[in-house]
Structure formats: C-alpha cells, structure tokens
C-alpha cells in the first residue's frame, strides 16, 4: 500500500513510497519452562525475524540471552543470570518487531556444599 501520512495539524499528504504489511510474528512454546543461568531456552513459533533477517535479542525479563541459533521458526538462546521468580520471554528482530511469551521461571542457582569422600578412584561413590 502507499504510505500516507497525516500531521497533527490535519494536513495530509503521499510519500510515494510502498509499505507492505507483514503477518503478525508468533511465539507458539517456549521451553523448558523454567530453568537457570545457562539453560538453553528453545522458542518456536512463526515469523520469529519479524519479516527481517535476524533476531537480534531475546531477554527473560530484562535479563539478556545469548542466543545460539536462529532461524524464522526457531530461537535458542542461553540464559543469562536472573533472580528468582516469572518473567516474559521477548524476542526482538533486527525490524524493531518484538513478541513475547509469558511464564519462563527462574529458579534459584544450585549450591554445593559439600563432597564426600574428598578423593578416590573411577567408580567411587
């Protein structure tokens, strides 16, 4: 379609230029549905560039994820280090178009507190 553009003022006028709208992106799962620092989050859904030819960042929350893989139905991103708790997954592609997904959980980091025995060979327990 042609692009027109109508100032505040009500003055109204065409560009010339064509502007093509795109079907809306869609995340369909995201999972697993909760995890920690370094999970790998896989998404999948459609249009997930939003008509672009690269996502240029997931975040959880507002925690960035590196993202590993990419294709238009495809992300896998590693998570970063996030507190505990539920957040929305967002993707954002290199269009400015963004899409998120509610409900990706944070949960609390493991912690190792002791080893026992401290030594051994192959097949100790």
Do not use: E, H, K
Not at 34 to 56: C, K
Not at 78 to 87: E, I, M, Q, R
């Amino acid at each position: 379609c042609i692009l027109n553009v109508l100032a505040n003022t009500g003055a109204s006028f065409s560009t010339g230029v064509t502007f093509t709208y795109l079907t809306s992106s869609t995340i369909q799962t995201v999972s697993p549905s909760s995890g920690q620092y370094g999970t790998l989050v896989t998404i999948r859904g459609a249009l997930l560039r939003g008509g672009g030819s690269a996502v240029t960042s997931v975040t959880i929350g507002t925690v960035a994820a590196q993202i590993v893989f990419q294709n238009d139905s495809l992300v896998i991103a590693s998570a970063g280090l996030g507190s505990p708790g539920s957040f929305d997954v967002t993707v954002t592609a290199n269009t400015g178009a963004f899409i998120a997904a509610s409900g990706w959980t944070y949960v609390a980091q493991a912690t190792i507190t002791t080893v026992s025995p401290t030594s051994g060979q192959l097949g100790t327990q």
